[in-house]
């Protein structure tokens, strides 16, 4: 694994993790993920900084070590490692680091200080910084800005103004594995297209409950000539480092209320989510779906426990609309389905129109349940329907008539 040039002082260094593991032990990474860190020299004679570091996942360690040396670099002779980000998929190394480099100072914010303290137990060569403080290397300078809760309390990103880097960490990242390229112009549109997804997919996993701290950063940041953002996840943007930023500006409005007499945030498309024990519930979707596509709306659909829940997440962060569909399982919702809901809260699934459907057996009881469940959810509904057993005719024809008018409400 070679170093990739930034400029002439900057290089990108990275490693490519394909595992079967679940990140953060939760969400799948199918097409992998990146772990980027940068090399950040001053001129002759100048320092070294090393920005972000990694956990050994998947031989990184041995790939970050085969980068350094490409340019001539070694763990050993970096000056001051600096640590946007203290979550351990990009400081589990430390006690590594520190072994082979006890010379180096280790820079993060106040609170990342106190992580670094707890988590590795160093106390030794840190050094705090916050907004507007500036380290100089040496003919290069560095500027950090705290950004806290994108996606953790002590955050903060570092800028290199001579080239216009942004190096952002979790922020403006992506899952997803590099190969041998980090830039966006190396990538074909086709490959684009499925970063574009795994995008989504991270920033609604990982990010979005934090979208009103990204809105804040953003306009922290929105000062500075950004010419290109090197985040430790995903590719570095030189060519287009807008579409980017754009894209996280547009995924932190789907959490946003829509103002009076504004557009819903998200977009014009439904999310049907469902779960059936033995058809009944399906057959009444079925009916729904009927309903959506006489109306007009563009939908995805997915079946749970079946899908893993981190894709649901992604395309019902971005819709508009929703469609629950789920029978009642021991007089409460469908467990599976539960899940999801409890997950849609820790994500902040915001305002969103829903329409409830489901079977039951010998009692019904999943809406009562339901209920409760979106109330934090701050969710408009189009009015639920259940059935016992199987659909009828007439129910169906209700069914697809909801459909239809959830349809109608997302389109406007």
């Given at each position: 694994m070679k170093a990739h040039t930034i400029s002439e002082l900057v290089h990108c260094l990275h490693a490519d993790?394909?595992?079967?593991?679940?990140?953060?032990?939760?969400?799948?990474?199918?097409?992998?993920?990146?772990?980027?860190?940068?090399?950040?020299?001053?001129?002759?004679?100048?320092?070294?900084a090393l920005i972000d570091l990694f956990k050994d996942w998947s031989g990184?360690?041995?790939?970050?070590?085969?980068?350094?040396?490409?340019?001539?670099?070694?763990?050993?002779?970096?000056?001051?490692?600096?640590?946007?980000?203290?979550?351990?998929?990009?400081?589990?190394?430390?006690?590594?680091?520190?072994r082979r480099n006890p010379r180096a100072k280790i820079i993060s914010t106040a609170k990342g200080i106190n992580l670094i303290k707890t988590f590795y137990k160093e106390d030794d060569g840190l050094r705090a910084?916050?907004?507007?403080?500036?380290?100089?290397?040496?003919?290069?300078?560095?500027?950090?800005?705290?950004?806290?809760?994108?996606?953790?309390?002590?955050?903060?990103?570092?800028w290199e103004p001579s080239s216009g880097t942004l190096f952002s960490c979790d922020a403006f990242g992506s899952f997803g594995a590099l190969g041998d390229r980090v830039f966006d112009d190396e990538?074909?549109?086709a490959e684009h297209a499925l970063f574009e997804k795994?995008?989504?997919?991270?920033?609604?996993?990982?990010?979005?409950?934090?979208?009103?701290?990204?809105?804040?950063?953003?306009?922290?940041?929105?000062g500075l000539d950004i010419r290109r953002v090197a985040p430790s996840h995903g590719m570095v943007w030189r060519k287009n480092p807008k579409t980017i930023m754009d894209r996280y500006r547009t995924y932190a409005s789907y959490s946003r209320p829509a103002l009076e007499g504004a557009e819903p945030s998200g977009e014009r498309e439904i999310a049907v989510i469902w779960g059936s024990m033995y058809g009944n519930t399906r057959r009444g979707l079925d009916a729904v779906i009927r309903g959506i596509e006489a109306g007009g709306a563009p939908y995805s659909v997915h079946q749970v426990p079946n899908e893993d829940v981190s894709y649901v997440l992604a395309d019902a962060f971005k819709s508009r609309g929703l469609v629950l569909a789920m029978p009642t399982y021991e007089y409460a919702m469908f467990p599976p389905m539960a899940y999801v809901l409890d997950i849609f809260r820790r994500k902040h699934i915001f305002h969103k129109t829903a329409l409830r459907v489901g079977s039951w057996g010998w009692v019904g009881g999943a809406r009562k349940e339901y209920e409760a469940a979106i109330e934090a959810l701050q969710w408009e509904s189009v009015p639920?329907?259940?059935w016992a057993g199987a659909?009828?005719?007439?129910?169906?024809r209700v069914l697809e008539d909801r459909g239809r008018e959830l349809a109608r409400i997302v389109r406007a």
């Open positions: 993790i394909k595992t079967t593991d679940l990140f953060e032990g939760i969400w799948p990474i199918p097409q992998g993920v990146s772990l980027n860190a940068y090399l950040v020299r001053g001129g002759p004679g100048g320092k070294t990184a360690a041995g790939q970050f070590e085969e980068a350094l040396a490409s340019v001539g670099s070694g763990f050993d002779q970096v000056d001051y490692l600096i640590l946007n980000h203290l979550e351990p998929d990009h400081t589990g190394w430390l006690g590594e680091f520190r910084v916050k907004d507007g403080d500036k380290l100089d290397l040496g003919g290069l300078e560095l500027t950090f800005f705290e950004t806290p809760n994108i996606h953790w309390p002590e955050t903060m990103v570092t990538f074909s549109g795994e995008c989504l997919r991270y920033y609604a996993n990982i990010i979005s409950s934090f979208s009103t701290f990204v809105e804040r950063g953003m306009a922290k940041l929105s639920s329907m259940e659909p009828t005719a007439e129910e169906c």
